[in-house]
């Protein structure tokens, strides 16, 4: 700990004097590299995974997801809902999908600005890292941890990715270092407790930080307990944490359970929620025999090997409290990619701590440390940015690159985006909820004050769909901006319940048959397309993902829907 006395709060960002210049240029490069990796072609790969259930609803702060069997308080008391519903979401604290909705809002509501901020977090993770390696050990330390942070193949993958690990990731970090501030440098506890707090509102696993401070304070610091800024920071924390509070006392009060988390942990099993996505984590047994396979399915084994080795020498009594909570909370959760990413800034610690001393004494250190460097830029380069991995796992590809691999659901995203640009639909059907109602109005009336033409059109899809990505790329069309989506089976009982001309009567002029090529089309649907000649829709690799057959027909009846463009725009 002897370097924690240099530094003010001003040394987050100017920690080095001009003697120490290789410092702020070694950190400077690794931050380029940092962001390089991060934000260079983040739009690539598929939205397939649990970021499009959070970058769906930050498009237009709407708690709903089409989830079935996980409805949500506003579907609940729609049209209605109360005040108290806004603060928080029924699965999730509000704060990422909050800054997702920021950044949508600034750079469109597409696959950049969904997962923009978690490359911004993962940047700003990676100088945390080093201002941590500098308090823990000395700026070397500091310079090799943020450096293999930086180019490391598992925090790559959770920076370009719109999930909340990279959000979480840096408000464990920067909470850690404010606290360790205040325990050693005599700096208050209370900047500690807002970080804390804004950490919860990211997601409720950042709790671990409760126990990794606790147990911390209780071995090697005692007579902190006697501060009275570590108990007001532990009230501003729950002040910055109030919003979810009131939201679960209120949601309480009201049916009688906690949030769909708050419910699970405390056993409440309410019948809304009969099905519980992402708790089948299996026994203890279980977990723990996934865990390694996941740890070297995630990360490069040359990063793995060197943490490995660097645990043997570690006698850091945070880093090993840190990664000891870290382990606790993962048994109870379960090994997923994405919690898994919460070890890798320690583990990285880890492997400076190991490294520094020999590094100043070695100069062909230098040179491995380089080659080590060379290597995890290739290894994450090889399995994020370049479109699909070459060679074998996990000796230069990795599994995790599936948690956005490049289906072409992208392609056919752009596909639409071209076709209705500068277009409202001419016609909505009615929709079973009125917030939806209200979005969709709400869209239609922007664009048409903007002078989009009105389209008639309507898309029918037909195959196999992964749900994901299905939500980002055609449902988001519809529930926030009504273009109108159903699929084959739907669109032929509307025929059978309301006629056989009910579409060409509602003012449809265009329709987009979008069939997935993993499925043999059923025998109703090849006469609907016969004689047409389809769009090809194509994965970066050439493979034929879609066929998009456009059909258009005359006019045939003069009715158009009630929530027509037309009348909207008048309202």
Known sequence: MSYLGRYTISSMFSPFNARESWVRKTLLAILVVSAILRIGWIARGDTVNDEVFLGFRAVGLLDFDEAGKQTTPIEWWDPAPPWWTRLSFHDHPPLVFLIQHLSITVFGENTVGLRLPSALFGVASVYLV????????????????AGLLSVTLNHVYISRVGMQESFVIFFLLLSSYLFLRAVHADHSFVLAGVAVGLALLTKYNAVVLVPLFGVYLLLHHRAAFKRKDLWLSVAVAALVFSPVIIYNIMLYHAVGHFDFQFSYVF??????????PGKETGTLLERAGDFFPRLVSSHSWLFLLLAAISLVFLRNAFVVTALASLLLLIAVIGPAYRFLTMLTPFLALSIGNWLAPIAEKKKLLLVFLSAVALFEIVYSVNNQIAHYPKGPTPWLSSKVRYENYNWGNNELGEFFKKEFARKVPAATFEMRYSFIERAQDASIVRGTRKGYASYPALIITHGNFDRGAKLWVLDRLQIYHGWPIVDLETYFDYLKERG????AREGFRTYYFVVSTNIVPSPEFVPLVRGIEPVSIKNPRGDEVFLIYRLERRPGGARTLSRSSQALSQD
């Open 500 to 503: 056989a001309d009910y579409y």
């Open 130 to 145: 080093f201002l941590l390696g500098v308090l823990l050990y000395s700026p070397r330390a500091g310079l090799i941890a």
């Open 267 to 276: 056993g409440q099993n309410p019948a809304v929620w009969p099905e519980a």
